[in-house]
């Protein structure tokens, strides 16, 4: 299955700053996903990332917050953008691969 | 629209005892389903899924789980916990092509 690299792993950020976290998938794949997961809560979907279209966003949640870019069939990033303690989560990308596989996941927190 | 319901936020068994984590789901479409384990701190791992093949899923670390579509379920089961088999628990159905996630089961093992 394919693997998955993300990073930063962990940051810190202060309110009103933006963070952008990349995956880099080790084949190349039609569709990513990145997903948001609040503390002590299951997964909830952010939005879908086709190469070489706009990013397909689930209710409650927009592009000028969540940008993501996809510029090849590799490689995608999110941004979270003007933080505030709000968006303190893990965020984790994860493509389709005989089964759904998962990047380690970025555990955000804002101060 | 796809979805599962995970029956218990939290599980406790003794080690040794018999593990069950109830999931039940909502498709009207012959639906794809999977268990995740999520281990703390980490991303998340894939135990097993189900793809219309074998209603019986073996899954990895001893883990299997059976599909009743009489009874719209997907329970996961293991014969005798293990210390080692402490985490959080995630069934997901999948949605045209996106993954949606239950709430989450936090499984506890007593020695």
């Known amino acids: 299955s394919a693997v998955i690299s993300q990073k930063p792993s962990r940051d810190i950020c202060q309110r009103g700053t933006s963070l952008t976290i990349q995956c880099q998938v080790d084949s190349q794949v039609t569709m990513m996903f990145w997903y948001r997961q609040q503390p002590g809560q299951s997964l909830t979907l952010i939005a879908t990332?086709?190469?070489?279209?706009?990013?397909?966003?689930e209710s409650g949640f927009v592009i000028d917050k969540f940008p993501i870019s996809r510029p090849n069939l590799t490689f995608s990033t999110l941004t979270v953008s003007n933080m505030s303690p709000e968006d303190s989560s893990i965020y984790l990308c994860?493509?389709?691969?005989?089964?759904?596989?998962f990047g380690s996941g970025t555990r955000l927190t804002v101060v | 629209a796809q979805s599962v319901t995970q029956l218990g936020s939290h599980v406790s068994v003794s080690e040794g005892a018999l593990v069950l984590l109830r999931c039940n789901y909502s498709?009207?479409?012959?639906?794809?389903l999977f268990w995740y384990v999520q281990y703390p701190n980490q991303g998340l791992q894939l135990l097993l899924k189900y793809t219309s093949a074998a209603t019986l899923v073996k899954g990895i670390n001893g883990f299997e789980a059976e599909f009743k579509k009489s009874e719209t379920s997907f329970h996961l089961t293991k014969p005798s916990a293990h210390m080692s088999d402490a985490a959080e628990y995630f069934c997901?159905?999948?949605?045209?092509?996106?993954?949606?996630f239950g709430s989450g089961t936090r499984l506890l093992v007593r020695p």
């Open positions: 990332a086709n190469q070489g279209s706009e990013a397909t966003y």
């Open positions: 994860s493509v389709e691969d005989r089964g759904y596989t």
């Open positions: 997901a159905v999948t949605s045209s092509y996106k993954l949606i």
């Open positions: 498709s009207s479409v012959p639906p794809y």
